[in-house]
Structure formats: C-alpha cells, structure tokens
C-alpha cells in the first residue's frame, strides 16, 4: 500500500509538471532568434535545449524579446542595460568565465559598456 501510494503521488506531480510546461509557440513574435537577427544566432536546437550565441556591440539596443529559462554563460566581460516588458531597469556588469541563472523574460537589452558584449545563452524547453 505504501508503495503504491509513492506511484500515485509521482504520477500526480508528473501530471502536475506536464500542465505547467508549454513549449514556445513556433509563431511567437517576440522570439528572439527572429527580433534580433543581428546579434544572436541559433547554436544548437533539439527537444530540450536551444543555445543562442548572443553578441552586442557597443551603443547597440536589442529590441523588445523573450527568453525562456535557462543558463548564461559570459565569455567577455561587458555591461548592460535590461529594460523588463513591464519597465524595470537593471544595469549591471558581467564577467567573463561566470554564468547565471535566468528566469523567462520579455526585455529589451542595450550594450551600454565600452566592450563588445558576448554570452552563450541556454534555454532550457522544459
């Protein structure tokens, strides 16, 4: 009985899981691949990830994307300037050689440094 009722509460948060998670929708007009062509390019693309190399000149404004969840790997070190959907402006620093935890995001980004900035994006899907 114990064991079962282990199955039935794995199989419910599985079931959970599975109403939370949505793929990005093909048509999305915030995909970031198709709003900033310039600057970030498709590295790697399968069920599970998609890794975006994401490089900005300096002075240069990404418009208005989404990212979904995942790491950021820095390889230069730079600074930026993200504006949210919703407003909220961070400036901040990266490092070169560090990495970052990165909630989904609507934003738009602006190169404000003197450096051009270059990180490796990984979203996860699910």
């Known amino acids: 009985m114990k064991i ?4 039935i509460a794995l199989m419910v948060v599985c ?5 939370v ?6 048509d999305d007009p ?15 693309e399968n069920q599970f990830v998609r890794v975006i190399d994401d ?4 002075g240069v404004t990404e418009p208005l994307h989404r990212h979904r ?7 230069n070190t730079y600074t930026n300037e993200q504006i949210s959907q919703d407003g909220k402006r961070t400036v901040g620093e990266r490092k070169a050689g560090t990495a970052s935890w990165s909630d989904e995001t609507v934003h738009t980004v602006k190169n404000t ?9 990984i979203e996860l899907k699910y």
């Open 4 to 7: 079962l009722s282990r199955i």
């Open 15 to 19: 079931l959970a899981a599975a109403l």
């Open 21 to 26: 998670i949505r793929p990005q929708a093909a």
């Open 30 to 44: 915030l995909d970031s691949l198709k709003v900033c062509k310039d600057t970030q390019h498709l590295i790697l």
């Open 55 to 58: 490089q900005i000149p300096v």
């Open 69 to 75: 969840h995942g790491v950021v790997v820095y390889v």
């Open 113 to 121: 440094g003197t450096t051009p900035s270059h990180a490796i994006r």
